[in-house]
């Protein structure tokens, strides 16, 4: 068969000029949306676990205005720093030695301790939810205020009971977080660890004993 | 049920005669299929956290890589026929080779914008080679089988495509993942991509490209330029409903290119970052694989038309499982906790899901097979690709969009934590796309006197079975 390269070609050209055209019209439509905003290099870098890119950051921008900047739900990189979803216990607990060190980087660097995202979480909050044990004890360490409340009344205390984390309960207690505190559901964080034993009833034996904790 | 498996598999017998060079062809289809399907299911992900690209660009440019595909294919065309197939093989590799390489290690030695520029010129680069592969592998099954064995043929292309797919997902997308963690996995699946793409040339290099079949041969209709057919025939009746058809199908096909646009996000966003998601997304090509095995010749007894309405309602009415609020779900007997609640949600919007796509897609081709006039079957086939081609990038920037605003890296302990009310929720995001995909059946059901007129004068003339691949395929 004899080919034609200069059809294919111009099939080519034309086909990608049209889908080139298409994809233009549709990011200028989708640019309204305004969630067009990069992930910020600083927590690019605490994901990738690479240092050396955060130096660089931090030597092109210093002070601490570029380690406290917000991204859209007004969370700052320390706040990722402090947040993992992780169910299996192995890979959680690899990234809180992990993340434990950026803590301190950035924390010595300048990242406010106690800054608050739009929903009032601040970072230590997001260990709590996280069951990162050893992040959670540097950033108390570090001077983060265990007293907080988001705007539903959560304390990084009842995000670490409703969660059955044990060993983050006991050290915010022993630290002087109130067990008192109430959501605005009119729940304190005993009540929240029970909710949480109703629902996790696989994990009975660690909110027994937050439960406990909490009495 | 017994027996429709045993018939499925006693038209395999014919194949004892197929050759060498056929069965290399399936293994360079099984390879490919593999590294594609792995690495679809990782890509948003890899460009958010491996590259930084936020959610809204990280749709995008899956979306740009699977539109590029079409348009791709569309200009190489039959282009093996002309060039030659290990020729082809060899091109095509060749990018893929490179690329998923590039993918694989860039982030190793590139950082910031120079390495969003040099990913996307990747990805580019693989939009080309993956276009090159698709045509080229269906050109070799159609050279290397005979007439006797060539529907067998075709139907063992598509098992294998599946079946790819499922292993692409709980074998290599899982494995990787659990065992080098989301960051490390993702890059390592874009690496065994290029050990497959090695695989692949080495087959390529076992081909025998004298070895065809003698009575080979292409029509003339299927050899023509996609833009000249689309000249010849835009005036045409028939192809104009068919446009508007094509047009209506729109909404469903959104719901189509979730799987590999939004649904990574979405698993590993409102469950764990450690979640299954190959596993996930393995479930659609094992319901399709069942579903082609016993139940296409049940469905075989009704209409086209109606199947097709039926498989489009289905497939909208899936999403209904992840549009109501979370709250709900937790009501069903069972059901303790939010994970369980999404887990039970997800689940069940795939597997039903599965079953409207099995409606839906071989009676998509067959539809689109009868009302062609005789004589252009293959030019109307060739251009119903038409609603994915425009589907796939609108949903890449609609669904990162969706994604960055619903569905966000630490939306999960907000959730938890009763910040996210239900208009803010990603349950919102499901119903936004359960609306659109909804207009697909009812508009279709409501115009069927335009669109059917023609169809129903030629039922009677129902073409054979279609193989369906998963919706994820490349083409």
């Known amino acids: ?215 | 049920m017994i027996k429709a498996v045993t018939n499925y598999f006693s038209e395999f017998k014919v194949l004892k005669t197929a050759s060498k060079e056929f069965w290399l062809v399936n293994a360079i289809n099984f390879f490919d299929c593999l590294a594609y399907f792995s690495m679809i299911n990782v890509l948003s992900l890899y460009l958010t956290s491996n590259i930084g690209f936020n959610d809204m660009s990280s749709g995008a440019w899956v979306g740009i890589y699977t539109l590029y595909i079409t348009a791709f294919i569309f200009a190489v065309g039959s282009i093996a026929d002309s060039i030659g197939l290990k020729k082809s093989f060899y091109i095509g590799m060749g990018f893929l080779f490179v690329s998923r390489l590039g993918l694989g290690v860039g982030p190793l030695f590139f950082k910031g914008e120079i390495l969003k520029y040099f990913v996307m010129s990747m990805i580019i680069l693989m939009s080309f080679g993956t276009a090159f592969m698709s045509p080229i592998v269906t050109t070799g099954l159609r050279k290397f089988t005979t007439k006797e064995n060539r529907s067998t043929g075709f139907n063992i292309y598509y098992l294998i495509m599946n079946v790819a797919a499922i292993f692409a997902g709980f074998a290599v997308t899982d494995g990787f993942r659990n065992w080098l963690g989301d960051i490390k996995g993702n890059l390592a699946i874009l690496d065994f991509g290029f050990v497959m793409s090695i695989l692949c040339m080495l087959s390529a290099y076992w081909l025998n490209e004298s070895n065809i079949n003698p009575d080979e041969k292409v029509s003339e209709d299927a050899e023509k330029r996609p833009l000249k057919i689309f000249k010849e025939v835009w005036k045409e009746s028939a192809f104009q409903k068919l446009v508007l058809f094509l047009f209506l199908t729109l909404g469903v096909r959104l719901v189509f290119t979730n799987q590999f646009l939004v649904m990574p996000k979405y698993y590993t966003r409102v469950l764990f970052a450690d979640f299954d998601l190959g596993f996930a997304n393995s479930i659609n090509p094992f319901v399709i694989i069942v579903g082609l095995i016993v139940l296409i010749p049940v469905f075989n007894k009704f209409k086209t038309f109606s199947l097709m309405l039926w498989g489009m309602a289905i497939s909208a009415l899936s999403l209904l499982f992840m549009a109501v609020p979370i709250e709900w779900i937790l009501k069903i007997p069972g059901i303790t906790n939010v994970d369980q609640a999404y887990l039970f949600a997800i689940y069940a919007q795939i597997t039903v899901f599965a079953f409207g796509e099995l409606l839906f897609s071989p009676r998509f081709t067959e539809y689109t097979a009868i009302v062609a006039p005789k004589d252009k079957v293959a030019s109307y086939m060739s251009l119903s690709a038409l609603p994915m081609f425009i589907a796939k990038p609108i949903n890449g920037f609609l669904g990162g969009a969706l994604v960055a605003s619903f569905s966000y890296e630490g939306i999960r302990p907000k959730i938890d934590s009763g910040n996210i009310s239900y208009g803010d929720s990603p349950e919102f995001m499901w119903l936004i796309y359960f609306l659109a995909a909804l207009v697909s059946p009812l508009a279709i059901w409501g115009m069927k006197k335009i669109i059917n007129a023609e169809h129903a004068r030629l039922e009677t003339e129902k073409a054979s079975a279609v193989a369906v691949a998963t919706e994820a395929d490349p083409a």
Request: no cysteine; aromatic share 6%; net charge neutral.
């Open chain 1, 1 to 215: 068969m004899k080919i034609n390269y200069r059809v294919i070609l111009q099939d080519g050209l034309v086909l990608i000029t049209v889908s080139t055209l298409f994809v233009v019209a549709l990011s200028t439509g989708f640019k309204s949306f305004k969630k067009d905003v990069d992930l910020d290099a600083i927590v690019l870098a605490l994901n990738q676990d690479s240092k050396d890119e955060f130096n660089a950051i931090v030597a092109k921008e210093p002070g601490p205005e570029r380690l406290n900047r917000k991204d859209e739900f007004g969370r700052t990189p320390l706040m990722m720093a402090a947040y993992a979803n992780y169910k299996d216990l192995k890979q959680r607990e690899e990234m809180d030695s992990k993340r434990v060190s950026w803590i301190e980087i950035l924390a010595s660097s300048g990242a406010d301790l106690n800054a608050v995202d739009k929903d009032g979480w601040t970072p230590l909050m997001f260990a709590a939810w996280s069951g990162m044990n050893l992040s959670v004890a540097k950033l108390v360490e570090l001077g983060a205020s265990v007293t907080p409340a988001d705007r539903q009344g959560n304390t990084a205390l009842s995000l670490a009971a409703f969660r059955g984390q044990v060993g983050i309960v006991k050290l915010l207690v022993e630290k002087g977080a109130t067990k008192d505190a109430v959501t605005v559901k009119g729940k304190k964080a005993l009540d929240l660890a029970q909710d949480g034993l109703k629902q996790y009833p696989e994990r009975a034996s660690e909110y027994s004993q937050v439960v406990e904790l909490l009495l």
